[in-house]
């Protein structure tokens, strides 16, 4: 009896399947235009509680206006690289801008949140180096490390002994970096900055952190927050979440960003972003920076007050996570939620290690809406058998 061998197309299956089979499998689901925090998704209209739109600038009347005169003006495209002919004035305007925002001598504008960690991490390092990184960092982070061919070291989450370990024990060549996020996007909570600064210092390694989800409910950012400065930081942040744009951006020393220039090749070879983006996210900045900014990080505070009382969990950032014993568990409480009004994204591995209910808040949740919000998780919560340790 003969046997056919498996076709390309049969391995692309075998590996769907398995997926479907765990539960994991996802699917893209398009939305309508929002209205504020409601989005509408098959004729349902819901709460969202799943935007990274912390400030709730993302349809803000300056962003827009600023996106269509610079459309005006500079048309769509910027139709080239950066080191082609696709720099506009736009684009260092707003590098300066970010610059003197983040208190660093230089800033360098990417295309994504994505390319800018795996930019960053492939530019500054190179086989021979070593990179300690935390082992909660974002996949963009961890790609980049792959990428770059650096010798890595995992260190456990926020364990300072074991970094200053890991540092110890390392060869004494080469460039080091030692890479964390301040807030980190599935957790929450925070990384200890200034400690981790101090082993920067004492092991002469540079210290990379992500900044995405730690702009807007800390203004410009932790690192900001808590006053921690130092030549040795490199500053990757996202333009899409509390700004309200798109793109991301890494700020540095000069010396840093010359590097990233001429060797970050997210950087190098990808069409610029364009001038409607740039635009906006000038126009986030200033706004964030005005007495309008500040309040609206005051409400967006108050909102994460009221659900870490209610959830009893540390107030520390905009994310809070719900923890679920199993990804079906995940993916039922996330639609029974849906029927009552919210959209709330549960978020499965390999995304995160455990299954969870991942809720975030906005400035531009009502008071209301986040105490409704808060009576019908808690009544779920009431439901769900907490996942084993």
Known sequence: MSHTSPTAFDYLEQRLAQMRRLGLERHVQPHLPPEGVYTD??????VNFSSNDYLGLAQHPALRAAAIQAAD??????SASRLVSGTLALHEELELAIATWKQTEAALIFNSGYQANIGVVGGLTKAGDQIFFDSLSHASLRDGINLSRATAHEFRHNDLEQLQQLLAAAPAQGLRVIITESVFSM???????????QLAEAYDCLLLVDEAHGVGYYGAGLLAHLSVHSPRLIVVGTCGKALGSFGAYVASSQLVQQLLINRARSFIYTTALPAPVLAATRAAIELLESPEGAQRIAILRQHCQQVATTLEQANQSPIFLIPMPDVASALHHSQALRAQ????????????????LRLTLSAAHTTEQVATMLAAVTALLGSVSSPVA
Request: aromatic share 10%; hydrophobic share 40%; with cysteine.
């Open 187 to 197: 957790d929450g909570d925070c990384a200890p900055l200034p400690a981790l600064l």
């Open 341 to 356: 009004g919210f959209w709330i994204q549960a978020i499965r591995p390999p995304t995160v290690p455990t299954p969870r």
């Open 41 to 46: 998704f098959k004729g349902q209209r819901l």
């Open 73 to 78: 003006v500079w048309g769509t495209s910027s």
